[in-house]
């Protein structure tokens, strides 16, 4: 299922007026390119938030852009959550650009699962739950009744916080989804996606060799790969990943940071983290959230660096959360 690509009513997170993305321009501030635009450089240090508070006004002065650093994937307009009578997530707007890497911040409650949910409808499937608003994906409302959730869950994958392969073989768990919808025809196809989706994800020469063994045997580390796998099969555009990284011990962490780093040459990814120093290694883009606002967003470097808000600024340094 690929969105139509069409004029785009919703005005851009900027404010001027949305339209057709142009996937060539750059965004550009005072003349220079923007660290994160287009290709976002790899293997940039470790921005580890500081808890000096001279760190802050010795920072550079940069104003953190409020628009996208690449083509945006998904355009989010106003967008509120309600759990019954409890409002949740309230107004938020953010163009997540594809090809990036984009973390959300914010302490315990804030609405960062709550947003991130939205982007695949799997708040669809949460009693009480409502969302106002307009999420777009490449200019196609998300929401429209022509839209399956189904195959919307396909394009843009899911990854939680703790691994939850099928209880069925590795093989079984990534050939799944290819083979429900109906990706491929032929064994020998299927065996080649499997494969191929495995190496993406840097599992398959730990697991070539036990492909009909259970996946729920792998360890936790190798399990979340395994899910990460089972996305990739069926060629989504988004991948929304729920504190990845949570339930795993520092090696696994570091495989999956890695992979993630890898995967942002193809897909939009979005993670939700607890961790500054994650957010700091794996994003490009962040956006941090309070009380179910977002309350500002930008680039990684300059959110961490020199945020615009206290706010962010008291987060980051460790003041609350
Ligand atoms: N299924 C639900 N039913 C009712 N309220 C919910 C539900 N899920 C989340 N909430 C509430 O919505 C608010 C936002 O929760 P959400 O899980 O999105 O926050 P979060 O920032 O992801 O938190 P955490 O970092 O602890 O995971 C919280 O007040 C939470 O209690």
Redesign the pocket.
């Known amino acids: 299922m690929k969105f139509p690509f069409f004029q785009s009513p919703v005005k851009a997170a900027d404010g001027h007026e949305g339209g057709p993305v142009d996937p060539t321009e750059v965004p550009k501030m005072g003349g220079q390119v923007l660290p994160g635009a287009g290709e976002a450089p790899r293997g940039e240090s470790l921005l580890t938030p500081s808890t000096d508070e001279g760190a802050h006004s010795r920072a550079p002065t940069v104003t953190a852009p409020n628009f996208p650093a690449g083509p945006t994937k998904i355009a989010a307009r106003d967008v509120s959550?309600f759990?019954?009578d409890?409002q949740?997530?309230f107004d938020v707007s953010l163009d997540i650009p594809d090809k990036t890497v984009t973390a959300?911040i914010?302490?315990?409650?804030?609405?960062?699962?709550?947003?991130?949910?939205t982007m695949n409808r799997m708040n669809d499937t949460?009693p009480?739950?409502k969302v106002t608003g307009r999420i777009e994906m490449d200019g196609g409302d998300i929401n429209a009744k022509a839209i399956d959730p189904v195959l919307l869950r396909a394009q843009v994958g899911m990854v939680f916080q703790k691994p939850n392969p099928f209880p069925k073989t590795i093989y079984e768990n990534v050939a799944y989804g290819p083979r429900i919808h109906g990706l491929t025809s032929n064994k020998g196809e299927l065996d080649g996606i499997v494969e191929a989706s495995l190496k993406r994800a840097g599992l398959w020469d730990e697991v070539a060799d036990r492909l009909h063994s259970a996946g729920t045997g792998l360890s936790g580390g190798q399990q979340q790969r395994l899910v990460i796998a089972r996305a990739i099969a069926v060629n989504p555009e988004v991948i929304l990943m729920?504190?990845p990284c949570s339930a795993l011990d520092p090696i696994a962490t570091a495989k999956i940071e890695e992979l993630i780093d890898e995967l942002r040459e193809r897909f939009c990814i979005v993670i939700?983290t607890?961790s500054m120093a994650q957010a700091a290694r794996v994003s490009q883009r962040t956006a941090f959230?309070h009380m179910?606002r977002l309350v500002e967003h930008g680039n990684t470097e300059e959110i961490f660096t020199n945020p615009r808000e206290r706010r962010t600024l008291d987060y980051i340094t460790g003041r609350f959360g």
Do not use: Q
């Open positions: 959550v759990y019954g409890k949740a997530l959300f914010g302490p315990s409650g804030c609405g960062k699962s709550t947003f991130l949910r949460i009480g739950c729920d504190e939700v607890h959230f179910g």
